[in-house]
């Protein structure tokens, strides 16, 4: 990816609203040229969307856990996702390495709230869960700094 781009991005993940106006003046291209190369980098799948970052506790969800996934069955078919797609409570579900297979992120109302989320995950995709609860979150959901290109070995 081209150093002009790396910019946009990261200015995009500072600020998704930000104006193609004011992309080109932090980069020293022309609007249009800025709307282009946003443009091109969504259409190669570097931006995959935008989306507005909610509060949960602000909607009524306060309680925020994680949820560790292990399949009763390990020879049965890998098909979690696919049937816990229906749980809105979930927010995300990751394929990971280790004793469980996926770890889930949620948010919840209440204790009880959570307790019922675990019967319908359990029932649902016939595994066993193990449950960590977020006391608070100094941040979330930021981009580790994008690495720099390969240097040239030549030079």
Do not use: W
Request: proline share 8%; glycine share 6%.
């Amino acid at each position: 990816m081209e150093e002009i781009d790396r910019r946009i991005v990261r200015l995009l993940l500072a600020d998704g609203r930000m104006s193609y106006t004011d992309l080109g003046r932090a980069t020293g291209l022309s609007t249009s040229a800025a709307h282009q190369r946003v443009r091109r980098l969504e259409q190669r799948g570097v931006i995959k969307g935008y989306r507005a970052v909610v509060d949960a506790e602000s909607v009524g969800l306060p309680l925020t856990a994680f949820i560790s996934v292990k399949p009763f069955d390990p020879a049965a078919p890998d098909d979690v996702p696919d049937r816990l797609k229906e749980l809105g409570e979930i927010e995300s579900c990751h394929s990971v390495a280790g004793d469980e297979n996926y770890i889930l992120k949620v948010h919840v109302a209440t204790p009880s709230a959570l307790e019922g989320l675990l019967a319908r995950v359990r029932s649902a995709a016939n595994v066993s869960t193990r449950t960590t609860i977020v006391l608070s979150t100094p941040f979330d959901g930021r981009m580790p700094e994008l690495p720099d290109p390969d240097p040239d070995p030549v030079a």
